[in-house]
């Protein structure tokens, strides 16, 4: 029913709003300063015009380039709801909305079509065609604005990395934040030795090249149970094998730390070149770190496959062919129906003669070469003495290390052991409650701490304390001794076990076979005989017990069945 001119007009409703905040840093979030500002500037603005201002969405510490904000999703989420309850989103500023254009237009138009208009309360661009085009500049405007911000930003950060001088992010492990100098009003950080989480990292290097003393070097997910199974963690959290193989491969526990790695924005990895190299603090020595990441290498399965690993033939993946062209792999070839086997290059067996004029050799002709030379060369009683010269000078100076961390450690426990004194007696005075969750958490983070520098402590001192663990002349020969014996062993999987402990490459030509190894393999393998001292097998060979595979055939001289 139409109503007459001299009717009485019903009182109509107050439009319905929901105001979004935003800061950008954390900074800004924490003194709640733009925050309070944009939320008491939009409140006058709703009250001076008889606005509802139904509900406040704020967004600390949040960028407006992209839409990945808890709170921004949810405005927009409920106000496109089938209930509608806003007729009006408010912000101080459309840059507080957004910073892009193309998704400040996709959001808005999302709201129109639910019927909720989007409103500045500092940017009156009017309606119909010219408020589209004022509000499209001021976008557009506020998108190059970020960028131009965000590479400022970017350029002062690298300048920052560059005279050395931490950028704000959370520091490794093993390192903690502190104040270097001030200038203005700015503090310049830089990182700094953690006492009480160095050893650890320390600690997760010597397990992967040594072991713990009673093993050989472990690989990373032993490592990750080795060190949950004491209580240790990652910063309050359970150890994983991701947080271990970031901190093998971390270059900042060498000196070194890189800033400027990744993009920001879209996580991607930037060229080498755009790397900001940082000196920092070393935990453990470059000589130490190199030698990780070659073993990472070597047992990264990308770039050694399993069969290579693990297969018969002595020489698969090691041996290359010499031609300058190709240095291709050598893989086996047979002969008369199988009577005969050859180490060919595989890319002339591939590819024909004019991909490589390399050779092939009879693969027992080369094994024997590869042998002899390792027995003659390397493992002679007066050679191997020689060229571990320097690795047995440097046993004193291990010990020493050693013995300066367990100092450290016995130091921490002790701090661990006065702090959980010190919570006991809060309780005692009644200034706690052992109900209390914070309390309770410092509670069993101390003692799991207590624990897992005991077990550090307990295994430096059997270190220390074994004579087994000593490198001495004579652990070198027994070593020379034993590995003569495995490389002439009847087990094929054995003495390739014992191969790859030496060798890293074999280069075969027309006139000579080169055999590159490393100085660093003979030095681990050392190591690895004496902390597996009294077995016969290398410890990283395979683990296998006779005939526990899939398929339990009796051997020939079994009979036809397996006994019972």
């Given at each position: 029913m139409r109503s007459s001119p001299d009717s009485p007009q019903l009182p109509q409703a107050a439009p319905r709003a929901a105001a979004y905040v935003r800061v950008s840093t954390n900074r800004q979030a924490e003194h709640e300063t733009s925050l309070?500002?944009?939320?008491?500037?939009?409140?006058?603005?709703?009250?001076?015009r008889g606005i509802l201002l139904v509900d406040v969405y704020r967004e600390p510490g949040a960028s407006a380039t992209d839409d990945n904000r808890p709170q921004f999703q949810s405005m927009v989420e409920a106000?496109?709801?089938?209930?509608?309850?806003?007729?009006?989103?408010?912000v101080h500023s459309f840059s507080r909305f957004f910073r892009d254009q193309?998704?400040?237009?996709?959001?808005?138009?999302?709201?129109?079509?639910?019927?909720?208009?989007?409103?500045?309360?500092?940017?009156?661009?009017?309606?119909g065609a010219t408020g589209d085009l004022v509000r499209s500049i001021l976008s557009k405007f506020d998108e190059y604005q970020s960028a131009e911000t965000a590479k400022h930003v970017r350029r002062s950060m690298i300048a920052n990395a560059?005279?050395?001088?931490?950028?704000?992010?959370?520091?490794?492990?093993?390192?903690?934040?502190?104040?270097?100098?001030?200038?203005?009003?700015?503090d310049k950080k830089v990182l700094a030795v953690d006492e009480a989480e160095?050893?650890?990292?320390?600690?997760?290097?010597?397990l992967y090249l040594e072991g713990d003393g009673a093993s050989g070097p472990l690989g990373i997910k032993k490592i990750v149970s080795w060190l949950n199974a004491r209580n240790y963690s990652y910063r309050g959290k359970p150890f994983h094998v991701s947080n271990v193989d970031v901190v093998l491969r971390r270059t900042t526990y060498m000196g070194t730390h890189y800033f400027n790695q990744r993009d920001s924005r879209t996580g991607e990895r930037r060229h080498r070149d755009e790397w900001v190299p940082m000196a920092v603090p070393a935990l453990v020595e470059e000589e130490t770190f190199q030698l990780v990441q070659a073993q990472l290498g070597a047992r990264n399965l990308r770039q050694t496959p399993a069969r290579v690993v693990s297969g018969p033939t002595l020489l698969t993946g090691i041996a290359r062919c010499g031609c300058p062209d190709c240095h291709g792999a050598m893989t086996i070839r047979t002969g008369k129906s199988g009577q005969y086997r050859y180490y060919a290059c595989s890319r002339r067996a591939t590819r024909g003669e004019t991909a490589c004029n390399g050779r092939s050799i009879r693969m027992e002709k080369l094994d024997g070469i590869v042998l002899d030379a390792l027995e003659q060369r390397v493992l002679a009683p007066e050679r191997?003495?020689?060229?571990?010269?320097?690795?047995?000078?440097?046993?004193?100076?291990?010990?020493?290390?050693?013995?300066?961390?367990?100092?450290?450690?016995?130091?921490?426990?002790?701090n661990s052991e006065g702090a959980l004194n010190r919570l006991y007696e809060l309780v005692e005075q009644g200034l706690a409650s052992p109900a209390d969750r914070d309390f309770a958490e410092r509670l069993t983070h101390h003692r799991q701490r207590i624990v897992a520098i005991s077990a550090d402590i307990a295994s430096l001192e059997r270190q220390l304390g074994s004579s087994r663990r000593r490198i001495t002349p004579d652990v070198v020969g027994r070593f020379g001794k034993l590995l003569s014996e495995g490389l002439r062993a009847d087990n094929p999987a054995l003495r390739q076990a014992y191969v790859r402990l030496l060798i890293d490459d074999v280069t075969v030509d027309e006139t000579e076979i080169q055999i590159r190894g490393s100085r660093k393999a003979l030095e681990r393998a050392v190591i690895a005989t004496a902390a597996s001292a009294g077995t016969k097998v290398p410890i990283f060979a395979r683990?296998?017990?006779?005939?526990?595979?899939?398929?339990?055939?009796?051997?020939?001289?079994?009979?036809?069945?397996?006994?019972s």
């Open positions: 309070a500002d944009q939320v008491a500037a939009i409140t006058a603005y709703c009250e001076a106000a496109t709801a089938r209930e509608r309850p806003y007729d009006l989103i408010i193309f998704e400040f237009e996709r959001y808005r138009r999302k709201l129109a079509k639910a019927k909720v208009e989007l409103v500045s309360i500092t940017q009156d661009v009017g309606e560059r005279d050395g001088f931490w950028n704000g992010s959370i520091p490794p492990l093993g390192y903690k934040v502190v104040i270097a100098e001030r200038r203005g009003d700015k160095a050893p650890l990292v320390r600690r997760i290097f010597s191997l003495p020689e060229l571990l010269a320097a690795f047995l000078e440097k046993s004193d100076v291990s010990d020493q290390r050693k013995r300066e961390e367990l100092s450290l450690l016995r130091g921490a426990r002790t683990e296998w017990r006779t005939r526990q595979d899939s398929n339990l055939w009796p051997l020939p001289s079994e009979g036809s069945a397996l006994s």
